[in-house]
């Protein structure tokens, strides 16, 4: 079965969040009094296990396991060599802040992890902690170079947030340069309705000007599945390359492919709809079982909204969706 929406997307990329809950209080991510999913709503990793069986039925061929922080719940590393045992056709992916790992790099390297997005905003130990809320910088540069010594590749993920670290973007350009890595900047998205503020928007055309005065940068073209809708870029005379995602100021919403799951188990077919679709209490009814679950996401994606329109209704700096990114995945 394919999976396709109304305007003739196909969807072939699933985002799994398997915990909300995150060491890191991003500010962007995460507000103060934020409520976290109870453990009850939280799924099972067998439960998680049986969705992934489902959406692998469904053409689904790229799965990202996300957070919160993924590898801030018990038992993720099983999890994820469960995933890849039972699934080995399907692209697996992996969004971490990189704070906790620096030790496992070796078991990731061996169960057959071969690349990992960490997302860094700074370079700054003092923007981290402000960014943050944490002392961690350290922790995930070190995890960086240990996935560089493993042979793992790294994607870096900054968000691009102007008066926070848009001073920092020749360091960037420096840490791109001299390391063998796809350092990309994403559009700060105002999600969640305290964590949002327009005038922090540092678009993506802006980032590609003003890294010129830092680098000769070559545009190149990749292949989709690997950089989704990042337009990437070599540096001249360095190990690594630069990327810009633009969601906000040129949104890609035309060949959007994806599907998120949270970790209560709701699906999500846009990231800046608040519609929800449940799933757990299907997962957990013991008188449904798969084709009821495949039906309401055959349904649902065929519903899949144009994000971009949702971005143009909100009225004035009213954050796009009501739920947080923490609470999403990304
Ligand atoms: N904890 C993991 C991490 O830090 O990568 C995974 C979860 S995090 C929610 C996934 C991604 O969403 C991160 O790269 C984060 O920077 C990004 N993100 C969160 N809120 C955002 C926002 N308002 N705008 C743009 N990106 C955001």
Partial sequence: MVLTDKIGRTVSYLRLSVTDRCNLRCMYCVTKDFQFIPHPNILRYEEMLRLVNIAATMNISKLRLTGGEPFARKGFMNFISTVMDKHPQLDLRITTNGTLIEDLIPELKKIG???????????????????????????????????????????????????????????????????????????FMPMGDETKSDNMLWTADEILEQSREFARLIKIKVR????????????????????????????FCATCNRLRITSDGQLRTCLFSDKTYGLRDILRNPDLGDDDLKKVIAEATMDKPLGYHLLEQRSGSEGVCETQMSAIGG
Avoid: Q
């Fill in 113 to 187: 992890v071969s690349r990992l997005n960490i997302s860094l905003d700074t370079l700054d130990r003092e923007t981290f902690k402000e960014v943050t809320g944490r002392d961690h910088l350290d922790d995930v540069l070190a995890t960086i170079s240990a996935c560089l010594s493993a042979g793992i590749r790294i994607k870096v993920n900054a968000v691009a947030m102007k008066g926070i670290n848009d001073k920092e973007l020749g360091d960037f350009i420096h840490f791109a340069k001299e390391n063998p890595i796809d350092m990309r900047f994403i559009e």
């Fill in 224 to 251: 989709p599945e690997n950089h989704g809708p990042a337009r990437m870029f070599a540096i001249e005379g360095g190990k690594g390359r630069l990327g810009l995602i633009s969601p906000v100021s040129s949104h």
